[in-house]
């Protein structure tokens, strides 16, 4: 049986960012996502999108797989 841990897609975004010391400018003109898709999000508590995350990921030079480790 698998367990399922539900993670903060937007949280995980700005650890990531923190890390590779970019501000939200940066990653969203890297990725073409513009800041107001993370923060909407943010704001209604929900998650991001799969093609999101996908164009997030490709921009902090990781993969998808990595983003939820």
Do not use: H, W
């Amino acid at each position: 049986m698998t367990t399922s841990i539900p993670i903060n897609t937007v949280q995980r975004v700005y650890e990531l960012m923190e890390a590779r010391n970019l501000n939200e400018y940066q990653l969203c003109r890297l990725s073409g996502i513009s800041f107001s898709t993370i923060k909407n999000t943010e704001k209604r508590g929900g998650q991001l999108t799969v093609d999101t995350l996908y164009r997030l990921c490709e921009a902090l030079g990781i993969s998808m797989s990595e983003f939820f480790q």
